[in-house]
């Protein structure tokens, strides 16, 4: 009896332009950057990095342990830090906190990053609210110190939404589209381009 290999699965990642280094996702808390960034990057055969994880490797703590011990500013500027090192990464999908956009500093670093494409991610409040609620009862240690309450939450999203939009060369609504769905729309935005 002749040994046969065991069958092999190919895998063909997408074709996205030559040029193209990064992408970014940005967007509230629970728009699927996380989870659709990893997904994205497994289809195209890219890395990926979830800024979040980054500096929490970096900082050696949680980010619940970060705002509750240092407050939201020092968070802030380990987030600054951990983008900045987050860019020099190459073939990578990079999933942003939601905040990070909110900083000047993150905005000028992400504009001046060359072959880097941002995307915005977008959904209702309250779409965002229910889906974080339901991770974090899913898995309680995923906590967001941002949504203790929800109508400062609320305000948050409201000054961040123009901020998101000016800054992503594209927009997708996620309301309406599982992670899997969002991941084809991205895909085929980002392979018919040129
Ligand atoms: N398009 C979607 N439809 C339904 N649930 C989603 C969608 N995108 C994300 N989720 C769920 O919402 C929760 C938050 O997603 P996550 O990727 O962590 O968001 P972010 O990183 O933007 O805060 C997760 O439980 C995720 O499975
Ligand atoms: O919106 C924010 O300010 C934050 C979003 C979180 O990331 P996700 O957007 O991935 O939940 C995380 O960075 C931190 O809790 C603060
Ligand atoms: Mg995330």
Redesign the pocket.
Known sequence: MTATKPAQTTFTPAAVPATLQRIILTGF?GAG???V?RLLAEQLGWAFL???EHLETRANATIPELFARDGEARFRRIESSALANALSHTHTVI????GAPEQLTNRLLLEQTPNTHIIFLDAPFPVLFDRCMLQSFASPDHIRPLLASPEQAEARFLTRQPIYRRLARLTLSTADLTTQQAVDQLLSSLTTEN
């Open positions: 808390m950057k996380t989870s960034g979830d800024l979040d999933a942003l906190g939601g």
